[in-house]
């Protein structure tokens, strides 16, 4: 499978350096920490609205603003404290979203801002149930949802944000974006 593949190549997917956070710290991702997220993106985005995306190369956020037309963020707390967004390009959320309701919308309304905080809460559900089964247990917020590109998120503000891109069957662009405090634990 390609994500195996992008992820799981090395144990730990490191960074260094960016902005708000201590560049002399070495943050890491345990791929088993990650891969439940991306497994979550991958198979709500096919059960729910039948579309197939594929994952890209992970990349820091480090301008810290959201990417997509319309982003949907829900908070984590437990076994670490942090964030996801899942951030869709107006294309990628009016094919989902109508594919999911079975409508045909044409431009960003209300209705896909709430569908787009349900895909949130989906994904991070999906991610903290397979999570729970390797012994790390979380809570979630309610998601909220921003409308427009380049707002300031409210992610961890001192943790990088780990950015993984995917794209369409239709070529349209949507990113998952992690971002948790206690990533740097080794977690073996």
Known sequence: ?????????????????????????????????????????????????????????????????????????????????????????????????????????TELEDEIADAVGELTNMIVGQARTSLSEQGMSFDASTPSVVVGRDHKLGHVSNAPILAIPFKTDKGEDLIVEVCFTGAEEDQT
Request: neutral net charge; hydrophobic residues 45%.
């Open 1 to 105: 499978m390609a994500l195996l593949i992008l992820v799981a190549s090395a144990k730990l997917f490191s960074v260094r350096a960016g902005e708000n956070w201590n560049p002399s710290m070495s943050i890491k991702y345990d791929v088993n920490f990650i891969n439940p997220f991306l497994y979550a993106v991958i198979h709500v985005l096919n059960t729910m609205a039948e579309v197939e995306v594929k994952p890209g190369k992970p990349y820091i956020n480090k301008k810290r603003l959201s990417q997509g037309d319309i982003t949907g963020l829900i908070g984590i707390t437990g076994y670490s404290s942090g964030t996801v967004s899942l951030s869709l390009s107006e294309g990628a959320v009016l094919t989902t979203v109508n594919n999911m309701l079975m409508e045909s919308y």
